[in-house]
């Protein structure tokens, strides 16, 4: 993928023709009222997205905070915000895209092409000076068929045999959580053996967009996450990991996600926690 395939920006989409269905991802952890901030603006015609209920199935100790939901249950909520075959979509939020971008990882693992995130979201749209709209918006049904495992995946066994073969997995939470100082939600700090601490804040310019292409890929070559290696992403719950994802494409490098993430791994005594900075 290219930046262009990951994102677009609030100039051309205000400029662009043609239905698009806008799906406005407010979340944030530990704050639930991202419906009612949805309700008091939003862009033009978009549909509120609840992450916890639609962009996840229910959490549980043994696949983490936020599994992935199933193709059928994925499938009926994107016919509910409206899309049919064919259609164009665009997710954003009011958090540099950190939410927005589990729908876009979500619907283009499920099979759909043409998904973007509006780069620099709700911050850029108003900067650029795109209206804004109140209320509700419940769009008319679509159509759209979903597949599932058009993008890649890992398992904990796998994510965690990375780095032992060459590989590379990059933890995308903060830096003080990867070196185990804090843990904020999850049942242990620390981090996977083997792990870069690579924090998803670092991909963004200071307004929210994300980074020239060429500024991520100095980054994340720093660490061997280049073309053609082999790399793998993981945050608290598999939501912030998307953006990393989504950073990665834009750098022109393919990485697998595991959904599970820290919080799977965490709630399994069994499983090791590393503490400290990052090995390299």
Same mark, same amino acid.
């Given at each position: 993928?290219?930046?262009?395939? @990951?994102?677009?920006? !609030?100039?051309?989409?205000?400029?662009?023709?043609?239905?698009?269905?806008?799906?406005? #991802?407010?979340?944030?952890?530990?704050?639930?009222?991202?419906?009612?901030?949805?309700?008091?603006?939003?862009?033009?015609?978009?549909?509120?997205?609840? =992450?916890? *209920?639609? =962009?996840?199935?229910?959490?549980?100790?043994?696949?983490?905070?936020?599994?992935?939901?199933?193709?059928?249950?994925?499938?009926?909520? *994107?016919?509910?915000?409206?899309?049919?075959?064919?259609?164009? /979509?665009?997710?954003?939020?009011?958090?540099?895209?950190?939410?927005?971008?589990?729908?876009?990882?979500?619907?283009?693992?499920?099979? =759909?092409?043409? /998904?973007? =995130?509006?780069?620099?979201?709700?911050?850029?749209?108003?900067?650029?000076?795109?209206?804004?709209?109140? %209320?509700?918006? +419940?769009?008319?049904?679509?159509?759209?068929?979903?597949?599932? %495992?058009?993008?890649?995946?890992?398992?904990?066994?796998?994510?965690?045999?990375?780095?032992?073969?060459?590989? @590379?997995?990059?933890? *995308?939470?903060?830096?003080?959580?990867?070196? %185990?100082?804090?843990?904020?939600?999850? !049942?242990?700090?620390?981090? @996977?053996?083997?792990?870069?601490?690579?924090?998803?804040?670092?991909?963004?310019?200071?307004?929210?967009?994300?980074?020239?292409?060429? #500024?991520?890929?100095?980054?994340?070559?720093? @660490?061997?996450? +280049?073309?053609?290696?082999? +790399?793998? +992403?993981?945050?608290?719950?598999?939501?912030?990991?998307?953006?990393?994802?989504?950073?990665?494409?834009?750098?022109?490098?393919?990485?697998?996600?595991?959904? %599970?993430?820290?919080?799977?791994?965490?709630?399994?005594?069994?499983?090791?926690?590393? /503490?400290?900075?990052?090995?390299?």
């Amino acid at each position: 993928m290219s930046r262009d395939d @990951v994102l677009v920006d !609030a100039a051309g989409l205000l400029a662009g023709t043609g239905r698009v269905v806008l799906l406005d #991802v407010r979340w944030a952890l530990g704050d639930d009222r991202g419906r009612e901030r949805y309700r008091e603006g939003h862009l033009p015609g978009a549909v509120f997205v609840d =992450l916890d *209920a639609e =962009l996840a199935d229910p959490p549980s100790p043994g696949a983490g905070r936020h599994p992935l939901p199933s193709v059928q249950r994925l499938q009926s909520a *994107a016919r509910r915000w409206g899309i049919g075959a064919g259609n164009r /979509v665009v997710a954003y939020d009011d958090s540099r895209g950190l939410a927005a971008a589990r729908a876009w990882w979500l619907l283009r693992w499920a099979g =759909l092409a043409d /998904v973007r =995130l509006l780069d620099g979201g709700l911050a850029a749209w108003r900067a650029a000076g795109g209206p804004l709209e109140t %209320g509700d918006v +419940v769009p008319e049904p679509g159509d759209v068929t979903l597949t599932g %495992g058009r993008l890649p995946t890992l398992t904990a066994d796998e994510a965690a045999a990375l780095p032992g073969s060459g590989g @590379v997995l990059l933890d *995308a939470r903060a830096a003080e959580r990867f070196r %185990g100082e804090v843990e904020p939600v999850d !049942a242990r700090a620390g981090h @996977v053996a083997g792990a870069r601490s690579m924090p998803t804040t670092g991909n963004l310019m200071p307004d929210g967009t994300f980074a020239p292409a060429a #500024v991520l890929a100095g980054r994340f070559a720093a @660490v061997g996450a +280049v073309p053609g290696a082999t +790399v793998g +992403v993981y945050c608290g719950s598999g939501v912030t990991a998307a953006h990393e994802v989504a950073a990665l494409a834009v750098a022109g490098v393919e990485a697998a996600l595991w959904p %599970g993430s820290w919080s799977q791994w965490a709630a399994d005594p069994e499983r090791p926690a590393a /503490v400290g900075p990052d090995p390299g």
